[in-house]
């Protein structure tokens, strides 16, 4: 035991804090989901265990895929990056046009022959993260020209979160925080941080008069609306 345990951390490479917090959410993902699907399995056939199985193979391909991936020098996805964001885009206009569509909002795309449903708004925070820290590096010494160094960068973050928001506001406005504290943190100079907060903050407000003015435009407004005035007071 105490070899095998030597010989997984001696390829495991990164911060090993990271794995085990990826180990955690693993087994607590087992357990929610194992504590979930009593209705499902009632709905089928009874048998629990099948649900609870297929949730531990699609883990354990994910372990595999992390841990293929974590092998690979990160200049290598640094290349990737705009390949991956076209991809990434298509495939939120995919969703948006063709997606399965429940409670008004198209998050989904059946994937034929294998019966398994992905959310493509998943794929789209990798590929804009890997996107935006490329576009960090390739930038540098142009952060301080917001038109040439920090106009284009938020023109593809602008336009990812401009796809996932009709169908997924949370998850929007999550990517456009983590986006910005990437700027914040790549070394933004001062003035452009204001500039990209008043530009967010414009955009927030021209986004709920629309809502407001337009509900027809986006069917989901009405939901985002009551939870963002029950959290700040006005419900």
């Known amino acids: 035991m105490n070899e095998l345990i030597a010989g997984i951390r001696q390829r495991l490479e990164g911060d090993r804090v990271l ?3 990826a180990l955690v959410l693993t087994m607590a993902s087992l357990v929610t989901v194992y504590s979930a699907i009593s209705t499902l399995a009632y709905k089928a056939d009874g048998n629990s265990a099948k649900f609870l199985f297929k949730q531990v193979g699609l883990l354990s391909l994910g372990w595999l895929v992390m841990f293929g991936v974590h092998r690979i020098h990160f200049k290598y996805f ?8 076209v991809l990434a885009v298509a495939a939120l206009v995919f969703t948006l046009l ?37 576009q960090l590096q390739v930038r540098r010494d142009r952060l301080h020209d917001f038109w040439q160094g920090v106009a284009p960068i938020l023109a593809g973050i602008g336009l990812v979160c401009a796809l996932i928001l009709p169908s997924d506001f949370s998850t929007a406005a999550m990517l456009g925080a983590i986006c910005f504290a990437m700027l ?22 021209m ?29």
């Open 98 to 134: 063709f997606g399965t569509d429940i409670n008004d909002a198209r998050r989904w795309i059946k994937i034929p022959f294998i019966g398994l449903t992905v959310q493509t708004s998943d794929f789209a925070k990798l590929a804009l993260v890997m996107w935006v820290a490329r």
């Open 19 to 21: 794995w085990g917090i």
């Open 78 to 85: 640094s290349k990737l990056a705009n390949l991956v964001m």
């Open 207 to 235: 986004l709920y008069g629309l809502g407001k003015a337009a509900p027809e435009a986006l069917p989901r407004f009405g939901t985002w609306a009551s939870r963002i005035e029950s959290f700040a007071g006005f419900a």
């Open 184 to 205: 914040f943190v790549g070394g933004l100079p001062w003035l452009q941080v204001a500039r990209v907060v008043g530009i967010a903050a414009s955009a927030l407000v």
